[in-house]
């Protein structure tokens, strides 16, 4: 027996079917970065119309590929939050739609939780309680987990995600999107002390964190307060890697000092980490080396599941095996409100 999880929060369709002990029998992704790399973002109808175009055909894909027919299924579990109104609402539809035509239950799961517990995945031992990271290009945020669906918020970004910031710091420097992976790589080859960008909140007593100022500070070292125009900018290569390798340090600096202050403020010693910047190579070092220096355990997410995918959705058999259950009247909840 198994379940068929799908994830349509933003920018990437993919379903799975997950088996009762967690293991992946079909797994299938439509990533729909072509269609917004012309405007160096995500744009929320793009997204919602390609969603529709292919939510079936990727849900299609998982069943073969799992060699699975409805019969066969306990569940049709789907998020529903936090993400962009639009894509959410396609999965949700294909999902209650699925439910009442195959006779199936309906699970709805949170996506930033579903983040955390991809660290889960593949491993024998709970990994909770922890501290939960999730530093993604819509989210960063930081929890007390419990358990897999009891978590306690403690603090997130006030103004811009941490990925976001990348993005826009890719786009200002005319590198090609998506912009983390760009901006990291154009780091290699600079020096992180070339420039001593701000760290926001990182003196202050809580969880939040802020990288719109940081974002600023990189546009006015390009072109300066008050000017808008870009096009005209044509910087040696070594300026653009020193830049980026700056910034890539500011990020990485303020989110390793508060996640180590949480993990000081819990009761539990791990720490675990999921979203797309958790792919960063210089982020995970960072943390290995605090880790270390601090004495707590550190999971991240391995990196093909860091990025939006349809396999930490099998967060649902949580909600399975307490036969949580939603209602077909449930509503998406875009956005991140915060205190989730």
Not at 122 to 127: A, C, V
Not at 209 to 219: D, E, I, N, P, W
């Amino acid at each position: 027996m198994s379940i068929l999880t799908i994830e349509s929060t933003c920018d990437e369709t993919a379903a799975a079917v997950i088996a009762r002990d967690g293991q992946v029998l079909g797994s299938a992704l439509a990533t729909q970065t072509e269609l917004h790399e012309q405007y160096r973002g995500v744009v929320p109808e793009v997204a919602a119309r390609a969603h529709v175009e292919r939510i079936l055909p990727v849900i299609d894909h998982a069943l073969t590929e799992a060699q699975c027919d409805p019969t066969s299924l306990d569940a049709v579990a789907v998020a529903h939050t936090p993400g962009l109104a639009g894509s959410l609402l396609i999965g949700l539809t294909a999902a209650k739609t699925l439910a009442v035509a195959w006779q199936k239950p309906l699970i709805t799961v949170n996506h930033l939780y579903a983040h955390i517990y991809a660290c889960q995945l593949g491993r024998t031992e709970s990994i909770y309680p922890c501290v939960g990271l999730i530093v993604s290009g819509g989210h960063t945020s930081l929890y007390d987990c419990l358990g897999p669906l009891e978590l306690r918020y403690l603090g997130g970004t006030i103004d811009d995600a941490a990925g976001e910031a990348f993005d826009k710091v890719a786009a200002m420097l005319g590198l090609e999107f998506p912009g983390g992976p760009a901006v990291s790589r154009a780091a290699l080859e600079g020096n992180p002390e070339a420039y001593r960008f701000p760290r926001s909140l990182l003196n202050q007593d809580n969880f939040d964190f802020s990288f719109s100022g940081l974002k600023t500070a990189v546009r006015y070292e390009l072109v300066g307060p008050g000017e808008k125009d870009f096009t005209q900018l044509d910087l040696p290569a070594e300026r653009v890697a020193d830049i980026c390798a700056s910034f890539q340090q500011a990020v990485v600096d303020v989110l390793v000092e508060k996640s180590r202050r949480a993990v000081r403020h819990s009761s539990a010693n791990r720490l675990c980490i999921g979203g797309g910047v958790a792919a960063n190579r210089v982020l995970r070092t960072a943390f290995e080396q605090a880790a270390d220096e601090d004495a707590f355990e550190l999971i991240v997410a391995p990196p093909h599941l860091c990025t939006d995918n349809a396999v930490m959705g099998a967060i649902a058999l949580e909600k399975l095996a307490r036969d949580d259950f939603a209602s077909l009247d449930i509503d998406i909840q875009p956005g991140l409100q915060r205190g989730h």
